[in-house]
């Protein structure tokens, strides 16, 4: 059974959240392949440090959606029907591109995959999550207990087909449709039923300081960083979410990465 762990680069900023990720599946012993989707927003130089560590590169063009769906979908728009109140998405952040990660059901040659967002690190092996079923998705829970009944798209399995993606097209761009969280909205959508895993799979970094009674190293195995980006200089949450941010650099750099096991857990 051949697996691989999927990412999606879409600039320059996202490569240094990939590299992190590579870096710390790596770590991880994990014998999957690591591929790293990447659009036409990063120059082949840019890509380099994935290269170089080993990642295998697939070229992933935008969906072939229709203007008008484009046009719904543009950043003003989204965050004008949908606004992040929050957390700040940062300036790169680009919400056409959120439906490139789809083009993963076209990696035929893998069985399972498991994608997860580029602004993540792996803490520890992952790996039987290629045993669960499609669609295998953590809930978006990062402020309340009440966020168990949306998904968070940054980890989920799925099983590559060329069928589900001719499918999923079709769906997405029906006619006046919008989806105001982008690919996350679709896929729960196209997934009503999927199947939920332990949020220690995609730990959001807002737990750390919202809801600090759920956060436990020792079961931890992913941390998102969604919202802010540990890459960003002096963000507006920098100071509450200084340890995290630093562990994120550790793995960066591939220096000083500690044991997860022996950090300190927040206090409530």
């Known amino acids: 059974m051949k697996n691989a762990y999927v990412t999606l680069v879409t600039n320059a900023n996202y490569v240094m959240g990939a590299v992190a990720l590579v870096r710390s599946l790596q770590r991880t012993g994990t014998a999957a392949d690591i591929v790293a989707l990447h659009t036409g927003g990063v120059e082949a130089e840019g890509l380099h440090p994935l290269r170089a560590l080993g990642a295998r590169l697939v070229e992933a063009e935008l969906l072939p959606t229709s203007d008008a769906f484009n046009q719904r979908h543009q950043r003003e728009n989204i965050h004008s029907a949908a606004p992040f ?66 998904l968070n798209s940054g980890v989920f399995v799925a099983a590559p087909s060329m069928q589900t993606f001719d499918d ?54 992913v941390i998102h960083y969604q ?13 509450r979410l200084q340890p995290l941010i630093d562990l994120w650099h550790a793995y960066y750099i591939g220096e000083g990465i500690p044991d997860p096991d022996q950090l300190k857990n927040p206090t409530p």
């Open 85 to 150: 109140t929050k957390g700040n998405k940062p300036a790169f952040h680009t919400p056409l591109d959120n439906f490139v990660k789809l083009r993963l059901w076209q990696l035929v040659e893998y069985e399972r995959v498991v994608f997860i967002d580029a602004d993540a690190i792996v803490l520890r092996n992952i790996d039987r999550l290629f045993l669960y079923p499609e669609f295998s998705a953590a809930p978006n829970v990062y402020e309340s207990l009440q966020d168990f009944h949306r």
């Open 168 to 221: 999923m097209l079709a769906k997405l761009d029906a006619p006046d449709a919008f989806w105001p969280r982008t690919d996350q909205t679709f896929l729960q959508s196209y997934f009503p039923r999927w199947h939920g895993l332990p949020v220690f799979f995609n730990m959001l970094q807002y737990v750390w300081f919202n809801m600090p009674e759920l956060w436990d190293w020792k079961s931890i195995s």
């Open 227 to 239: 919202y802010e980006k540990p890459w960003e200089r002096n963000h507006p949450k920098a100071d």
